[in-house]
């Protein structure tokens, strides 16, 4: 809903600080920290999280769940870039897709690792914010207790 | 009927349709559900393309490659729909023969983006990889030329 006086670019310039605010929880993600990621994710029954480490949960609890162990595989890294390409946007909802390019130490590796993902995030709008509801993220393979390591 | 039920009602079973053509060696009918508009992307379970010419020669060669469908099926998993723009995540479960080899079950784990063009469902993202856990998909992945 608009407040009186507020533009119809308010919730474009909200989207894309979404966007910005994932990069950022994604990369202190790659540090072991899972709050910044969990608090952009939608609290809802459907919300649906299919990462690299397991097959795709639904909920918020197993999400939730979900993000604390794979924030357990990543210490001491960042993510260096994100490339965009595609968005498709409606009025509530917002399909990302990206390449993001991590390095990371992965599960318990004293070495840090490059790796880069390929992802399809879906954001919500509940509210004036913008939520995480959906997000795909593969190195192009199957999971595996490494994650994103799995074929070295 | 919900938007979302709505939505999965109309694409459904064009996706049914046109992977099972894919999967015995035809194209035409995926290519016709997906948009030729850009932006088009595809992060497949073999590839990873961007732009109609690309998603077209992509598809030309997974028919190339794949024949002899039993079986495919698409589990969903969860769905939204807003305005033009909708999305579904889905368990598929394929059955086909690669490289002319037996027919071999596979599952993939996808997210499918479809965005409304003249009323029309048309598919503009598919994000596939194999299902966790599974070997299917790794077996059909090597047979691949």
């Known amino acids: 809903m608009l407040r009186a006086g507020a533009t119809t670019d308010e919730p474009i310039e909200a989207g894309i600080r979404a966007i910005q605010q994932c990069h950022r929880a994604a990369d202190e993600f790659a540090r072991g920290a899972a709050g910044p990621v969990k608090a952009l994710y939608s609290h809802a029954d459907d919300v649906t999280l299919a990462n690299p480490f ?5 909920g918020w609890r197993n999400a939730s769940a979900a993000l604390d162990f794979a924030s ?3 210490r001491d890294g960042e993510v260096t870039g994100f490339d965009g390409l595609a968005k498709h946007l409606t009025k509530e909802l917002a399909c990302i897709l990206e390449m993001e390019h991590w390095r990371a130490k992965v599960s318990g590796r ?3 690792t490059p790796f880069d993902l390929r992802v399809t995030t879906v954001f919500r709008r509940e509210g004036d914010a913008w939520k995480v509801v959906h997000r795909h993220a593969d190195p192009i393979s199957t ?3 490494d994650g994103p390591l799995r074929s070295s | 009927m919900r ?10 079973p064009l996706q049914h349709e046109a992977d099972t053509a894919l999967h015995t060696g035809d194209a035409k009918p995926r290519k016709a559900l997906w948009s030729h508009t850009a932006p088009v992307t595809v992060f497949g379970a073999a590839r990873t393309v961007s732009g109609w010419a690309e998603v077209e020669q992509l598809f030309d060669w997974l028919a190339s490659s794949f024949s002899n469908c039993q079986s495919y099926d698409c589990e969903v998993i969860a769905a939204g729909v807003s305005g033009d723009l909708g999305y579904l995540v889905g368990h598929e479960r394929t059955t086909a023969s690669v490289a002319r080899e037996q027919p071999t ?3 993939l784990r996808v997210t499918l983006i479809f965005r409304r063009e003249g009323g029309e469902w048309k598919e503009v993202h ?3 990889d194999p299902w966790p856990e599974t070997q299917g998909a790794h077996e059909q992945l090597a047979r691949f030329k």
Not at chain 1, 54 to 58: D, I, L, N, Q, T
Not at chain 2, 3 to 12: C, P, W
Request: hydrophobic share 40%; no cysteine.
């Open chain 1, 54 to 58: 397991g097959p795709p949960v639904v």
């Open chain 1, 143 to 145: 999971s595996h207790p």
């Open chain 2, 3 to 12: 938007e979302v039920d709505k939505f999965l009602a109309a694409v459904l």
């Open chain 1, 72 to 74: 357990t595989r990543f």
């Open chain 1, 110 to 112: 004293e070495e840090i």
């Open chain 2, 105 to 107: 079950p596979y599952e």
């Open chain 2, 126 to 128: 598919r994000h596939a």
